[in-house]
């Protein structure tokens, strides 16, 4: 779509960082209303949710590590750090 990765990912960034904003600034979720379910009271859906999310960042961890090792990243990466 003509930008580059970096762009999208800042515009995307963006845009998650202004939702969240909005989201927050809701009066009615800071109320005592609110019931916080255990672990084991969750549906199957949240706790795929949870773990998801989870293993997503968990993966990009090791895959950045891999590319990088334990210093800066290169510029323009040709192969990996870990498998050199």
Same mark, same amino acid.
């Given at each position: ?14 845009? *998650? ?7 927050? !600034?809701?009066? +009615?979720?800071? &109320?005592?209303? /609110? ?18 999310? *989870? ?7 090791? !895959?950045?590590? +891999?590319?990088? &090792?334990?210093? /800066? ?12």
């Amino acid at each position: 779509m003509g930008l580059h990765f970096y762009t999208w990912a800042f515009i995307l960034f963006g845009t *998650i960082i202004f939702g969240i904003a909005v989201l927050a !600034s809701f009066q +009615a979720q800071y &109320g005592s209303s /609110v019931k916080r379910l255990a672990w084991s009271e969750q549906t199957w859906l949240c706790k795929l949710s949870i773990a998801s999310a *989870i293993m997503i960042v968990a993966l990009n961890f090791l !895959s950045t590590f +891999a590319l990088c &090792g334990p210093g /800066v990243c290169p510029d323009d990466p040709v192969g990996y750090w870990l498998m050199s």
